[in-house]
């Protein structure tokens, strides 16, 4: 043997024994130490770092296969192959014994790839569940179930693996899957209440009543959450959404939504695909959504994906409850307002037909002891005096030069109203693969703020000139409606691609009018001092077909067109005959929309689509881009933004109206008045584990085609109609703070926003910017529910600054050549006044009684706790003497019960 060899087989053989046995102990090593691990959703990183700490042997991986891995164990004396097989079983990482004592994490290697689909189902009443969040355990792969609640995710490893599925409302659900499943639909259903079964365990409880998502601007709550929250008479959607961080919620006059320093008729509010006009019911109070048919809400606040269009501000998507499936359910509920009903038809086993009912009965039933309450509750009785607020100068009456003057009267006027309002839907699985839908729905208003004002003297009205009395009676009737129909057809053409095709028709109408009429005493006739009326018509045709093309893991494609024909038809008149403004507009308008969410450089998220609408009455080409991430910082913070260009086509004009309070109509844009537009910039920073969420975002927008019209130019009668509208700029901008407890017996959240809104009018305030009719620089919100045993308490506390508005400075006449003497109102600095800061505390207790056949939920809300005075607006009337101002005062102290059965 060559003697250069000697040495290495002499270490050879030296090795070789050591090595066995090296590797005899590291298999000995992970088959005898005996470890326990209990851990629950923590980085798979310190759960590797627990077991390091208990069996000093190495265990060696990589920084960038672990990274974003979340995993549960729960061993006890288990052997170390036995927990780390364990531990890693629904991750996409294996181990390995090496023979020098190591523990060696590596990937594992598959063969084969695996698409899973499938749906998201209530497990009461077997209605899909829209937007629900499905996640891979122990990898980032996810997805979010679409409208109808399917969902897919793509290129999925063989082997055993779990699914994590997450809904607003209801208790998470984990889902193993052991077996093969291409080309199987998975049903995972979810149940409001804890569930045990042998392959669905559900894990926590979780009683979050909003959910901020990963998007920026974007929000859900949980109709069914809402239920615990104080109300005006029964559960109401947009009050619930007015407690949002962003989202004004001291308007008591209007469940209006103003989000971000926009308007009501800035939001895009769609039920069922069904293009909403007016969302008011009991002027203002109650929305007019029946939240016994809603199963879903959305909310983008600002930055929206190009899917949606034809509006500046915001986006609320609503989406009907389908009925039960599995059986015949209904139930019914009454309060202080208004009674309910709803009932729910499953049929054959692949559809449901849901019909629900709701109207007020205070116009039907009014006794002595509810009017005593009535009264007493909403402050009708409350009154006094004021020297003219908002100004320090007293009032002269009509041709007056420094004459006497009279003290202003101040009184305080609530309402009178009834609504009611029709939910049906019929859903029904044509296949397996193709579901139908048909929507109604129809909500109809009549508000009387009409008043008795009693014997007042009116200046300058007798036939010498000099002053009259007379007994006056303010009518002010407003009556409005919708009506809306939609069919839709979803089809999955393969595990990848689903379509959407969808027709839509909406109209809303409203009609107003109001005048003062006097009744002379002595001579019996009746004169009217001013009067005017509005009617206003909008009719819209929708047809929409929305595509999703799930690429690969990391990319999602969605394409879509749209057709839109919109009608809008004013009459405005003022003294009975003058027409002040006469339109018949018809425009159509066509989109195309593509967006491409990214997923491809984790940790971040990216983006990015555009929206491009040709508007048939400028014959211009609208292109609107839209650009959106999330970046991930880490196992729990986010950095988040947005920017997009948004165009609106049809807007609810302000018209100013500065004795009575600012009224608004719907017009289409043409080219004198254009469409409106908004340039969004958002950045926000987030911070969320299992119990708490922070969250903080900036919001600038610009805005361009602001629209008002007013009469305070009309110089003659002669003043054509286009004149009077005046096109401005503005822009809103501020920053939320939001702090959320999101489970436990007690939870709920607090925020503020500090926000800015002004507009700027070359024709108001001398061409100088001012603070627009919805600025609140400050609002602080307070949202806590508590639950004890069988009882829930809920309390929530709102602060704002005060409105902005313009006031009346002095009225004075002048005598026309022909004799006769015409009236003018000088008016001051554009919303230069603000009413007195807003601020309420509302309360609740429910509790829910179950038997055999009946769950029973008793609810006793008070609204207004403290009963604070809060004004909705000020009217002036001039021609009175002495001049009223009048403060429209929201409710006071208002206490409610409320009743709701539902059948088993």
Avoid at 669 to 687: C, M, Q, T, V, W
Wanted: proline share 4%; with cysteine.
């Amino acid at each position: 043997m060559p003697k250069r060899l000697m040495p290495i087989l002499f270490a050879t053989i030296l090795v070789i024994p050591h090595a066995l046995a090296a590797d005899v102990l590291s298999k000995t090593d992970i088959d005898t130490i005996r470890v326990s691990l209990e851990v629950k959703d923590i980085p798979l990183r310190d759960a590797i770092q627990k077991l390091i700490s208990q069996t000093r042997l190495q265990i060696v991986y990589n920084d960038v296969f672990v990274n974003g891995i979340t995993v549960s164990c729960s061993c006890k004396d288990f052997t170390l192959r036995k927990a780390l097989e364990q531990l890693l079983s629904n991750t996409p990482l294996t181990f390995r014994a090496m023979k020098d004592g190591q523990v060696v994490i590596v990937k594992r290697s598959y063969r084969k790839k695996r698409n899973l689909k499938g749906y998201i189902k209530d497990a009461e009443t077997g209605e899909t569940l829209p937007y629900a969040n499905i996640t891979l355990k122990g990898t980032k792969q996810g997805t979010a179930s679409n409208v109808s609640g399917y969902f897919v995710l793509v290129n999925v490893f063989d082997g055993p693996c779990t699914l994590r599925v997450e809904y607003i409302g209801y208790e998470p659900v984990d889902l193993p899957i052991n077996e093969p499943r291409a080309g199987k639909t998975i049903v995972v259903k979810m149940r409001q209440r804890a569930l045990q079964g042998a392959e669905v365990t559900v894990t926590a409880e979780n009683m979050q009543t909003m959910e901020v998502a990963d998007d920026p601007g974007q929000i859900r709550i949980s109709p069914r959450q809402i239920s615990t929250l104080p109300s005006v008479g029964e559960v109401d959607i947009f009050r619930a959404l007015q407690l949002l961080p962003g989202i004004s919620g001291v308007n008591d006059g209007s469940s209006g939504l103003y989000v971000r320093g926009g308007t009501p008729d800035q939001n895009l509010v769609l039920f069922d695909g069904i293009t909403i006009y007016h969302v008011d019911h009991f002027f203002g109070f109650i929305s007019a959504f029946n939240t016994e048919a809603i199963k879903d809400v959305r909310v983008f606040k600002g930055g929206f994906p190009a899917k949606f269009g034809g509006r500046t501000s915001s986006v609320v998507e609503l989406t009907g409850k389908s009925g039960s499936y599995d059986k015949f359910q209904a139930g019914g509920s009454l309060n202080l307002l208004s009674g309910s009903g709803i009932v729910q038809v499953p049929i054959s086993g692949r559809g449901a037909w849901l019909v629900s009912f709701r109207r007020s009965y205070t116009d039907i039933i009014k006794s002595d002891l509810y009017n005593s309450i009535y009264n007493s509750i909403t402050g009708q009785n409350r009154g006094g005096g004021s020297d003219n607020p908002g100004n320090n100068n007293p009032v002269a009456g009509p041709g007056q030069r420094g004459g006497p003057r009279f003290a202003p009267q101040q009184e305080v006027l609530t309402p009178d109203f009834y609504y009611h309002d029709l939910n049906s839907k019929l859903s029904y699985a044509l296949s397996g693969n193709d579901i139908f839908s048909l929507s109604l729905y129809n909500g109809r208003d009549n508000l009387d703020m009409s008043q008795d004002l009693g014997n007042l003297r009116f200046r300058g009205q007798n036939a010498a000139g000099g002053d009259t009395t007379a007994n006056a009676f303010v009518d002010d009737i407003t009556e409005w409606s919708n009506i809306g129909v939609s069919g839709k057809w979803s089809r999955v053409w393969s595990d990848r691609i689903y379509s959407n095709l969808l027709i839509a028709h909406s109209t809303y109408s409203s009609e107003s009018r109001s005048g003062l009429s006097t009744e002379s005493p002595s001579q019996n006739t009746l004169a009217r001092a001013f009067s005017s009326s509005e009617q206003n018509e909008v009719r819209d045709l929708t047809i929409g077909l929305d595509n999703e093309w799930q690429i690969s893991k990391s990319h999602k494609l969605e394409l879509g067109v749209w057709y839109s024909k919109i009608d809008v038809d004013l009459l405005f008149t003022a003294n009975d005959s003058a027409n002040i403004l006469n339109r018949d507009d018809e425009a159509i308008q066509t989109s195309f929309y593509v967006q491409d969410k990214w997923n491809g450089l984790s940790p971040l998220q990216l983006t990015l689509g555009v929206r491009t609408t040709n508007y048939e009455p400028t014959q211009t080409t609208y292109v609107e881009p839209r650009a959106s991430f999330n970046l991930s910082l880490g196992e729990s913070l986010s950095l988040k933004g947005a920017w997009g260009e948004y165009n609106q086509f049809v807007n609810r004009i302000t018209n100013e109206n500065v004795l009575q309070g600012n009224r608004d109509f719907w017009l289409l844009a043409n080219d004198r008045l254009e469409p409106s537009f908004a340039e969004h910039k958002i950045l926000g920073l987030s911070y969320e584990n299992r119990e708490f969420l922070f969250d903080v975002e900036t919001y600038h927008k610009d805005l361009d085609g602001v629209a008002e019209f007013s009469r305070r130019f009309r110089r003659s009668p002669d003043t054509p109609a286009e004149a009077l509208f005046f096109l401005g700029t503005g822009i809103s901008k501020g920053i939320e703070f939001l702090a959320q407890k999101k489970s436990g017996k007690f939870n709920g959240w607090a925020s503020y926003t500090l926000g800015k809104v002004e507009y700027q009018f070359p024709a108001f305030n001398g061409g100088e910017p001012f603070p627009a009719d919805q600025d609140r620089r400050h609002e602080v919100k307070l949202v806590g529910n508590y639950s004890f045993g069988k009882w829930n308490f809920a309390a929530t506390w709102v602060y704002a600054t005060g409105a902005p508005y313009t006031a009346p400075e002095s009225q004075y006449g002048i005598e026309l050549l022909d004799g006769t003497m015409r009236s003018f109102i000088h008016v001051g600095d554009k919303n230069a006044n603000r009413l007195p800061a807003y601020h309420r505390m509302d309360v609740s207790f429910t509790r829910r009684f179950s038997g055999d056949w009946l769950d029973v939920d008793l609810g006793i809300s008070v609204f207004n706790l403290y009963d604070h005075t809060n004004v909705w607006y000020r009217e002036y009337l001039l021609d009175a003497s002495p001049v009223i101002i009048r403060d429209v005062a929201t409710l006071g102290l208002t206490p409610t019960v409320s009743l709701k059965v539902n059948l088993k």
